[in-house]
């Protein structure tokens, strides 16, 4: 079965850069779409980024382009999201998700698998 584990969250300042690692198992990892969500407390999880099966094609949410980037390593199973200048509203549950589809996608909907999720917090 596919598996997701997020790591690298933690807390920050404003203006700090985090990493967030996604390790994936269960299948082949270059044929699928991987996303990034985040949920902060009494909000909808919302999309923060996409990226292709072949990395090739990434689309961002808009508070966010320029900001963070999203990233993939086939051979290690692995994607990632580097968070430059983090703000306090970046502060949320991140979780990583697995379509079963090679294209980008906003939807929450459209994603099969998701991780368990890591915290990040960044303090004013």
């Known amino acids: 079965q596919v598996q997701l584990v997020e790591s690298g969250g933690g807390l920050v300042q404003a203006g700090d850069s985090l990493r967030l690692s996604c390790a994936a198992s269960?299948?082949?990892?270059?044929?699928?779409?991987m996303g990034w969500f985040r949920q902060a407390p009494g909000k909808d999880r919302e999309f923060v980024a996409s990226?292709?099966?072949?990395?090739?094609?990434?689309d961002y949410e808009e508070s966010v382009k320029g900001r963070f980037i999203i990233s993939r390593d086939n051979a290690k199973n692995s994607v990632y999201l580097q968070m430059n200048n983090l703000q306090p509203d970046d502060t949320a549950l991140y979780y990583c998700?697995?379509?079963?589809?090679?294209?980008?996608?906003?939807?929450?909907?459209?994603?099969?698998?998701w991780g368990q999720g890591t915290q990040v917090t960044v303090s004013s």
């Open positions: 269960g299948r082949t990892f270059k044929h699928y779409a």
């Open positions: 990226i292709s099966g072949s990395g090739g094609a990434t």
């Open positions: 998700a697995q379509r079963s589809s090679q294209f980008v996608f906003r939807s929450k909907g459209g994603y099969d698998y």
